[in-house]
């Protein structure tokens, strides 16, 4: 029988969030992780398993929080309500207060070498699972004569997706979310409508 840990994991992984978060997987070392965790790298691998394995359960639960707006935003009854909610929500994501700017699937790729092609996989994987989804509600649209019939409903995703993942690097940059809704804003103003 083991010892108890001797600190919160949910906490210690909310810190790992914000290493990630802010630094990147390959920019975010060990003794960053263990440091802002609070806890010894033997206490981290025994919790958490690997720098690959914490990452992963970093990014669910960054999923699960601040970027848990992609979920509800396929929920919307119109597609431009759906591509405003999705905007929005990465607007509001990239620029918390208390948070790092930017968002961590995008910043946490960035710039990753060979060795960290599991973590650039993994998020890869992750933003084409949302590109997906955002595909697969604006099929519906077309299907419900929300969108125009000769709609693309890919084409749409990918442009969805594309100008939120630019708003999560001018984030990083220094722009305001000010700055940063006025360029969703201008992404919808030729959207199609039926």
């Given amino acids: 029988m083991g010892r108890p840990r001797g600190f919160d994991a949910e906490e210690a992984l909310e810190a790992a969030v914000h290493v990630f978060w802010a630094q990147g997987y390959e920019g975010a070392s060990l003794s960053d992780l263990t440091t802002a965790m ?3 790298k033997t206490s981290m691998y025994a ?3 690997n720098k690959d394995d ?3 359960r970093a990014l669910e639960k960054y999923v699960e929080g601040p970027a848990d707006y992609g979920a509800r935003a396929v929920e919307e009854p119109t597609a431009r309500q759906v591509a ?5 929500g990465s607007v509001r994501a990239t620029t918390r207060p208390g948070s790092p700017a930017g968002c961590l699937g995008v910043h946490g790729a960035l710039a990753t070498s060979a060795t ?3 973590a650039r996989d993994v998020l890869v994987a992750w933003r084409r699972d949302g590109e997906s989804r955002l595909e697969q509600r604006f099929r519906r649209a077309v299907e419900e004569g929300d969108l125009p019939a000769d709609s693309d409903p890919a084409r749409l995703a990918r442009y969805v997706m594309t100008v ?3 708003i999560a690097v001018q984030a990083v940059t220094g722009a305001t979310r ?5 360029v969703a804003d201008t992404a919808l103003l030729n959207w199609p409508s039926a």
Avoid at 84 to 88: D, I, K, N
Avoid at 178 to 182: A, P
């Fill in 38 to 40: 609070g806890i010894s």
């Fill in 47 to 49: 919790a958490f398993g």
């Fill in 54 to 56: 914490l990452f992963r």
């Fill in 84 to 88: 405003a909610a999705f905007l929005q």
């Fill in 116 to 118: 960290a092609h599991g």
């Fill in 164 to 166: 939120a993942n630019g």
């Fill in 178 to 182: 000010q700055d940063l809704q006025d």
